[in-house]
């Protein structure tokens, strides 16, 4: 595995202001598996400058030539998929096969429909006597979390270049090696120096001086809702663009006409994949009281079945937090019925995929983000009853409905405060807008909508 001692910052690889490292580590064995430098205020200041030197020229590139080099990227990651699925398998712990599938195979759809997007969005238009430019915002700070390690950073570098923004990148500190592969593939595509830069660092160090930058014109963020409430404050009072992307707490609701069979072994696959590390996973099934019991063993079964498919959490930190939250859950009086707060494993950051049933909607595991293997089934007594428990948490960002037929689940789905649902099992689609109602975000990622965000308007009257 290729590991760089520098930082990408105006098209070469440059030693780091600060002195420090962050050690990666593998979470299936705990081995340290790489160090990158942790770039301070000074390095991400040089990043900003690159970024803004760069921008002028880059966002009066035509469209169909930033479409071009997003062709490019994408084909780059594309002939390079193998060694960035090893590499997320390395530094997150996901199986191989979900690596290849998922954390390379959605990225690529994003890259490629960024590239046909640059190409063919009406960065003009007209309304009566007035053209309307979309123009890109300018200079991006991107921060972004770990779970999901190159679709979270393609999610926004992609549409901030085809919107003819420039990108600073601030990615995990768990995940850093995905992002400096990403960083050889903008560089082998032939984006021109300056447009991208990528600063590794901490958080409160590197990150913190991005979403501080005074030559930064819009910070876009994902990860936890407490970071993301600090860096809206601080753009807020800079009076700098932003957006959110935060965390979730998503219902999965089994109407009682569903197929609930099906519907209860989706939601579980949905819980465990990733080893419950996705913001939009669906951590709360929601059954009719009349169906509880036999959704309970069905999930029960489902769950012991990924025992030993699923891979570890990230770290030892989230280790310890989701195990706590297993033990919060039992404390509290809820049922464990799959999995429990022990690690299966004398090695690795493992958690038994957990189900707990008798879950009640005020109960600390129904309320707040664990982000690992845990499912809660809460029982309701009729559909007005779900509906309050659903959208009784502060976040907003997904959920599934299962009925009988889709006209019934949609009817249900748009009285949900969330951004996104998918019905009856409906499929991942990279061009629909994601993103969260209430405590979940501010603005919205991918497709047309997630370009939205990277421009503005300008409108000239004749
Ligand atoms: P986190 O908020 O701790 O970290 C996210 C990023 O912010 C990292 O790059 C981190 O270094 C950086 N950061 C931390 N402190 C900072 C500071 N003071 N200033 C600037 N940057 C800072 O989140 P995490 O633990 O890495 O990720 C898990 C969280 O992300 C979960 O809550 C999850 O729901 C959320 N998430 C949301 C989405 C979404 O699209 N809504 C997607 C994935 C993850």
Not at 319 to 340: D, M, Q
Not at 367 to 374: N, R, S
Request: glycine share 10%; with cysteine; proline share 6%.
């Amino acid at each position: 595995m290729k590991v760089h001692d520098g930082l990408y910052i105006d098209g070469a690889w440059r030693p780091a202001e600060g002195t420090g490292t962050i050690t990666v580590v593998n979470p299936a064995d705990e081995e340290e598996i790489g160090r990158v430098p942790a770039g301070n205020a000074l390095d991400v200041d040089t990043a900003v400058r690159a970024a803004r030197a760069a921008f002028p020229g880059w966002a009066a590139t035509p469209p169909a030539e930033r479409a071009a080099r997003l062709t490019a990227l994408r084909d780059t990651l594309a002939a390079r998929q193998e060694e960035i699925a090893e590499t997320v398998t390395a530094e997150l712990g996901s199986p191989l096969s979900f690596s290849r599938a998922v954390h390379v195979g959605a990225p690529l759809l994003v890259a490629g429909s960024y590239a046909d997007l640059a190409a063919t969005h009406a960065f003009e238009e007209r309304i009566g006597n007035s053209t309307v430019f979309l123009e890109p915002v300018g200079v991006v700070g991107a921060i972004t979390p770990w779970n999901y390690p190159l679709h979270q950073i393609v999610a926004k570098v992609a549409p901030a270049l085809a919107a003819g923004c420039t990108v600073v990148l601030k990615p995990a500190e768990d995940t850093p090696l995905t992002a400096q592969l990403f960083a050889e593939a903008v560089h082998e595509a032939g984006v021109p120096a300056g447009v991208f830069n990528l600063v590794t660092g901490l958080g409160p160090v590197a990150g913190q001086a991005l979403a501080e930058h005074p030559g930064v014109d819009l910070v876009s963020f994902t990860g936890s809702t407490a970071v993301g409430r600090r860096i809206g404050a601080v753009a807020g009072a800079a009076v700098k663009r932003v957006a959110l992307e935060l965390g979730g707490k998503s219902a999965n609701v089994v109407l009682p006409s569903a197929d609930l069979a099906k519907a209860v072994n989706v939601g579980v696959a949905n819980v465990m994949s990733n080893s419950g590390q996705t913001c939009s996973a669906w951590t709360r099934m929601l059954i009719h009281r009349d169906r509880y019991e036999e959704a309970v063993a069905l999930a029960a079964t489902a769950a012991v079945k990924y025992g030993d498919r699923i891979g570890p959490v990230v770290n030892a930190r989230q280790h310890e937090r989701v195990r706590g939250y297993i033990r919060t859950g039992l404390a509290e009086g809820a049922r464990l019925v799959a999995g429990g707060p022990d690690a299966p494993r004398a090695r690795g950051y493992y958690v038994s995929p957990t189900v707990f049933a008798d879950v009640t909607p005020g109960m600390t595991i129904a309320q707040e983000e664990i982000f690992g293997p845990v499912l809660s089934l809460l029982a309701y007594e009729d559909e007005d009853d779900a509906l309050r428990i659903a959208n009784g948490t502060v976040y907003g960002l997904a959920g599934a409905v299962w009925a009988a037929d889709d006209a019934e689940a949609v009817a249900f789905a748009r009285r949900m405060d969330t951004g996104q649902v998918d019905i009856n099992g409906g499929r991942f689609n990279p061009l629909a807008p994601f993103g969260g109602y209430k405590q979940s975000g501010v603005g919205r990622e991918l497709g047309a909508h997630g370009l939205s965000e990277y421009l503005q308007t300008k409108s000239l009257q004749f």
